[in-house]
């Protein structure tokens, strides 16, 4: 059953002659072809009263698998209850893992010349981007001493807006349950 990890290790140096206590299998996750089964509120296109969540939906990770349930809560809380519930923001960190499920952030060319769906754990390339102002020479520079560069400039202005349009996803979400 392992015969191919002893291959692989033996072809370490040192490790020829060993003796291997406990070889271990491979961590698979099963995931849906999300961005082609589920709509944009992670119902299933071909039976919308089921709604998926979490890791099966093609997100990687506890806490992305816990945002997109979360979400998913909200979908059916919403539709339930009759109020309108608009996607968060892509600008956000849980709208850009919304996007990429549904919307299908395909960046992975398959053999067939086609793009394939694979699951991601939350990341700045998933967020559209943001034009950042060149830094000018009398920036401070960082606790390292080094001087700020443009991905971190980049980073810091991603991350102001997904708060920013967060708060603003949030708050019209309020003003529609208090009507």
Do not use: C
């Not at 589920?38 to 969540?53: I, Q, T, V």
């Amino acid at each position: 059953k392992y015969a191919e990890q002893v291959r692989v290790f033996r072809m370490i140096p040192g490790l020829a002659n060993a003796e291997f206590a406990r070889l271990g299998g491979l961590h698979r996750n099963t995931f849906l072809n999300s961005p082609v089964l589920l709509d944009e509120s992670l119902r299933l296109k071909a039976e919308p009263r089921l709604r998926f969540a979490g890791q099966v939906t093609g997100v990687e990770g506890y806490v992305e698998s816990a945002a997109i349930g979360l979400i998913a809560g909200r979908f059916a809380a919403s539709e339930r209850n009759g109020e309108p519930l608009s996607p968060p923001p892509p600008t956000t960190a849980l709208g850009a893992l919304l996007a990429h499920i549904t919307g299908g952030h395909l960046s992975v060319e398959s053999e067939s010349g086609s793009r394939s769906f694979q699951p991601m754990n939350v990341n700045f390339g998933l967020f559209p981007p943001i034009s950042v102002p060149r830094q000018s020479k009398g920036k401070e520079p960082r606790p390292d001493g080094r001087r700020p560069s443009k991905a971190l400039a980049r980073k810091t202005a991603m991350s102001a807006r997904a708060l920013s349009d967060l708060e603003g996803w949030l708050a019209k979400d309020r003003s529609v349950a208090a009507e």
